[in-house]
């Protein structure tokens, strides 16, 4: 089994790991673990110490959290693997052998979340641009200029999304990444998952800059081109931590787009395993998106293609399928509906495992937009409903910057000003409702006015 294992080796190493501008290989932190098959190629990561603003538990979400980097208080992750045959003695085993083994977590694998069916698209993208009145969002000066917008997928083509658009895109080589291994330069990825998540980032959003983090291009024994591995998310958030820390407090804005999700529990520690990803809220990554939210960062997932009515054929968890960071309270989960704003059967129902009001919200998704999959093909899923979500939210902070407007504050905006589906004010199928922009820009308006 791919695990994690968290260790807290010297403060030194410590310090040199968290420190973009030094080095320290797995061999540096974690040489002789007995049992384990160290992945010697993975850097090691620095995991921040999650402190409680006002005490209580710190490993629960559900409250204000701070984080330390220090080296007193910081860990460090690396990743293996352990034979199926000694997993359950060597998880035992390590802590006693290794005082400096913290824990073992699951490093479960990772896909896109695109769609189940063949169902041909339901309008085109200009029909979204004008669900989601962007001419509104550009009078309001709200277009995503000077907004870092992190697409984490299978890689970026800048110049096909141009084409479709008609317009110029925006790529932020310099702040892009990649997992180790994974060859090709920022932007100039194959046309795939990746480059319909980038057009729909922008359809709301049409100056932000991308980052392009071709996550789900890492490889595995036996592995497809469209899996990646947790661990490899868990270095693109450390990457996004730097990111958001360079630039100035005053203007800090940073969206994260996740297309992807963990469909099986086949990789995953049993729940209530202190390993487990699914549902466990001290998982390193589930602790580094509540972080990086602190930071001052908007982070959306996707809710996942396991809806009743059309799963998607990946879906093996027998229920509450939205699971791990998908669920995170930190981040927003995003379903989809079509463009005459009905749920579409595959966008995963709540309740959600981290936290049960998932998803959030829904926004559009199944219409003719990128093209990355061929003329007649839709950008589909809860895949595409999740950049669009994020191309709005890189609108606002155009001129809301995350001092302003805090992601938490956001979230709670985004929530109150959905268009409600039902008549509870929140369910299992939309959320909160649909986006509502119109909504979005009154809100933003009376919160300005109040402000003055």
């Excluded at 000694?86 to 896109?112: C, F, H, Q, W």
């Excluded at 939210?293 to 009743?308: E, H, I, K, P, S």
């Excluded at 799963?311 to 229920?319: A, E, F, T």
């Excluded at 001129?399 to 302003?404: E, N």
Aim: net charge negative; glycine share 10%; hydrophobic share 40%.
């Amino acid at each position: 089994m791919r695990v994690l294992i968290q260790l807290r080796p010297s403060p030194d190493l410590v310090a040199a790991v968290a420190d973009p501008d030094q080095s320290a290989t797995t061999a540096d932190v974690a040489d002789g673990l007995p049992g384990v098959e160290l992945d010697t190629a993975y850097v090691p990561v620095a995991v921040a110490r999650p402190v409680p603003v006002a005490g209580g538990d710190p490993l629960s979400l559900n409250q204000p959290l701070d984080f330390s980097l220090a080296a007193e208080d910081a860990s460090v992750l690396v990743r293996g693997t352990i034979s199926d045959d000694e997993l359950a003695s060597r998880v035992t085993l390590l802590p006693a052998l290794r005082p400096d083994v913290v824990g073992v977590y699951a490093d479960p694998v990772i896909g896109t979340t695109r769609t189940c069916g063949g169902d041909p698209p339901v309008g085109t993208w200009h029909d979204v641009e004008r669900l989601l009145n962007v001419p509104g969002l550009s009078a309001e000066g709200l277009d995503g200029s000077g907004v870092a917008l992190a697409v984490l997928d299978t890689g970026i083509n800048a110049a096909h999304a141009a084409r479709q658009l008609g317009r110029g895109v925006t790529l932020d080589a310099e702040r892009s990444w990649s997992p180790q291994g994974v060859l090709g330069k920022a932007g100039e990825f194959e046309v795939d998952h990746g480059t319909m998540c980038a057009f729909d980032t922008l359809i709301a959003a049409p100056q932000a800059s991308l980052i392009d983090i071709p996550v789900l291009l890492s490889t595995r024994p036996g592995g497809s081109a469209l899996d990646g591995l947790l661990s490899d998310a868990v270095s693109a958030f450390a990457h996004l931590r730097n990111v958001l820390a360079a630039q100035p407090a005053e203007s800090r804005a940073l969206v994260v787009s996740n297309s992807w999700g963990s469909f099986s529990p086949e990789w995953d520690f049993p729940v209530g395993h202190p390993g487990n990803y699914s549902d466990n809220a001290a998982h390193p990554f589930n602790l580094m998106v509540a972080e990086l939210d602190r930071a001052g960062a908007d982070v959306l997932f996707a809710a996942g293609n396991c809806g009743t009515q059309c799963p998607d054929g990946r879906c093996v968890y027998p229920s509450r399928p939205i699971v791990g960071a998908n669920s995170h309270p930190k981040a927003l989960s995003v379903g989809g509906v079509d463009i005459n704003g009905e749920r579409v059967g595959y966008s995963s129902q709540g309740p959600g495992r981290l936290t049960a009001r998932k998803p959030d919200f829904c926004a559009y998704t199944h219409f003719s937009g990128s093209k990355a999959f061929g003329d007649g093909e839709p950008d589909s899923g809860t895949s595409a409903a999740t950049p669009v979500a994020a191309g709005l939210v890189a609108a606002v902070r155009t001129l809301w910057p995350s001092t302003r407007l805090s992601p938490t504050q956001l979230r709670a905006l985004l929530r109150r000003t959905a268009e409600d589906r039902s008549e509870v004010g929140f369910d299992y199928d939309y959320g909160y409702g649909n986006v509502d922009p119109a909504g979005i820009i009154a809100a933003l308006r009376r919160r300005a006015r109040n402000a003055a």
